[in-house]
């Protein structure tokens, strides 16, 4: 029997390795951005062409390489940082493995220009595919200079499974500020297509944190730290009430190195645990510095995820930390034991004339409002004139004479006609009214009460908005007939830089929908328009929270671009409409549910509706 085992060749062997490795231009990203770091390099430029297919380029200050060593980086299991085995569990650097160079120079055209502290010239390696095309001396700046072109150029199948650039460009800003949150005493800087994108001088970690996520930042967070024998848990976490519907801005290090761990994710969302809604993730960037011989980082390829050896203090201690920085900033309820409650000054209420006259806070509150010539925040609501105002406050049982006897329609029709819109909420018809003088009741502004031939018919108010303006939003998106209303002040909107890739990415499907906007450079753009049928008020914060419930979606669901933008706009539009509702608003809502194609759900499968049979209502009162 002929033998049919073999060694396989290096060009192919690199090309698996590659799979793991390289996965896409945001994969060649972090390998190269982590050795600048190994390198002790304070300045480092990245440049990327058409989200990294055609370009990814990092230049650092850092130690430089010889000849002999530029050569060797682009072996197998070539590494500078492990020499023996117990190197393994000693170790503090970010790449270790010995692949990553071998990898990207198996599936791309890599040029390298490098040159040691103190050397007279540098060497120039060009090599595609594997191969080592071109080898010399040249003079260029201390440091390193990786310039990796044309990813999968040589494997066209791996190139066919890229996204969009958008998409590419979104995966590289992630792995960018990774690196850049890890590192602020390192400056960095991120061009795209010849456009700065980031510029981030060496800071500390808290000024670094605004320069990446925006200025809105500086007020949301808190600073956190405690130090254990056993394991450093410092960095900064969000105020609850800032926490987002995306759990997009949440980093974890463990010695300097990014990780994804839900078990420490757990931690942190247990000391936020009454502070923010169950939906809501809040802020955090947190590192973690332990004995590098307690944890195990080579069990994934790309090094994101780690094993500690001892799993429940590291969360202990993690869960400490926060709850501990959450109380230190009177963010978490906590009991002050050093005020002694028995000795507490009362604040007496004083009274003039017995129990019918008027207290003092009152009269103080009424004065106040006089004097600085202001009214109440009721609409509708004229103060009395001073003269007048003792009479009006001593005759208020004559205001409620001609209701106390008569029926719910006789006091409907008496409150509306005395013109104040208080009492006109107030006492509006009740909720029990015949079904046959109204279709619908509303119920706490979020159920409708319908009567059906064979009962009852319960609407969840948001749930039936959610499923009519989804289906409305995907007809305009696939007939691309979405109306805009021009603002009357158009308003500027600074988003985040990835924000602003999806922005962009979006662009013709939020026109089509009936937004406008324009670019206004940086990650800055101009809001003109929104569509048609929605409330002008709060634009902004709409569009923030659009974009917010898309990353939701996707992180999530795997839905086409039209489809996840239909239901997130329908979601939050559907969020905002709780509030009281005419008849007419009433009939309408109930009318456009059922003329939808599915009325039963929204588009997350939640019911929209509930019918309960007579049969079910005679049996709640038999069991009584």
Known sequence: MPDIIHLLPDFLANQIAAGEVVQ?????????????????ATSVQLIVKEAGKQLVQVVDN?????????????????????????????????GFRGEAMASIGAVAQVELKTKPQGAETGTKLVIEGSEVVLQEPVVTPEGTSIAVKNLFYNVPARRNFLKSNAVEMRHILEEFQRVALAYPEVSFTLHHND???????????SQRIVSIFGSNYKNQMAYCEEDTGFLVVKGYV??????????????FYVNNRFVKSGYLNHAVMTAFEGLVAKENHPFYVLFIEIDPEKIDINVHPTKTEIKFEDEKTVYAIVHAAVKRALGAYNIAPSLDFEQDVNYAPLQ?????????????????????????????????????????????????????????NAEPDELESTVASSGTGLLSDAFAAPDTAPA?????????????????????????????????????????????TGASQALLFPQTVELSATDAVLIKELSAEFKD?????????GNTIILNGIPADVQAANEKELLEELIEQYKNNSATLKLDKRENLARAMAKRLAARSQARMSDLEMNSLVDKLFACQVPNYTPGGQKTLVIMELSQLHELFLKA
């Open 238 to 251: 969000g105020k609850p009430e800032h926490a987002k519907k995306t759990r997009g801005e949440q980093f």
């Open 195 to 205: 456009m700065e994108v980031f510029n981030l001088p060496a800071t500390k970690l």
């Open 62 to 94: 850092g130690a430089g390489m010889s000849e002999t060593d530029a050569r060797m980086c682009f072996e197998r299991h070539a590494t500078s940082k492990i020499r023996t085995t117990e190197d393994l569990f000693r170790i503090r650097t970010m």
């Open 513 to 521: 929908m009936g937004f406008q906007f324009e670019d206004f450079g």
């Open 24 to 40: 896409r231009p945001a994969s060649v990203v972090k390998e190269l951005l982590e050795n600048a770091i190994d390198a002790q």
């Open 348 to 404: 007496p209420i004083r009274l003039q004339g017995g129990f019918n006259s008027e207290f003092e806070p009152e009269k103080k509150a009424e004065s106040k409002a006089t004097s600085s010539g202001g009214s109440t925040s009721f609409p509708g609501f004229t103060p009395p004139a001073p003269a007048t105002k003792r009479a009006t406050s001593r005759g208020w049982e004559q205001l409620y004479e001609p209701m106390r």
């Open 436 to 480: 046959s003088t109204k279709k619908a009741i509303q119920i706490h502004q979020k159920y409708l009460l319908v009567q059906v031939k064979s009962g009852m018919m319960v609407i969840d108010q948001q749930a039936a908005q959610e499923r009519i303006l989804y289906e409305k939003y995907i007809a305009s998106l696939q007939k691309k």
